[in-house]
């Protein structure tokens, strides 16, 4: 394809000419040849983690320029709950889901939920606070009724309240 510029036959259509390191951050010519009018939208960059929030970039739909970046505040957190009721729903029959919360303090209602459809499975947590390792442990069946705050919650601490705490070094130091 030869160049639209100064071709009479295309008297409606140029690309302009941008220095490369300027085209980044400048207007971008189309494969239309116009001009990139830039529709901006947030798409996800890097997924999050159970530990690391997402990245999000305000990225042009249509020629994919990027003009602002941003962290998914609290995306991890999510990833940890979504990723903490998963395991429970797709645990087979009678097993014991074992999460590692890191230094999560809390639970939100979607594992909760996920608990109470699955009356078969012993959840046990293992956390850190103020740098000391806990372990809870949720027996199969429980009854969580009144185990959710107003807020939609259920913190750690209130489950080790509820006499569910375990020792989380007992099993590591046998064998
Ligand atoms: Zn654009």
Redesign the pocket.
Known sequence: MTTYECDPTHPDKYVEIVPREAAATTT?S?TSGTL????YEWVEDEAATAESDAKLVHK?K????IDMRMTEANSAYVQFLRESADKITKASANATVKIEAKNWSSFQRTVIDALSKRPDVTLVVNYTEAGIRHQITIPAGTDFAEFIDENGYTGFGFLVSKGLETDYWAGKLTK
Do not use: Q, Y
């Open positions: 971008t189309s990139c009018a830039h529709e042009c249509k020629c994919g320029n």
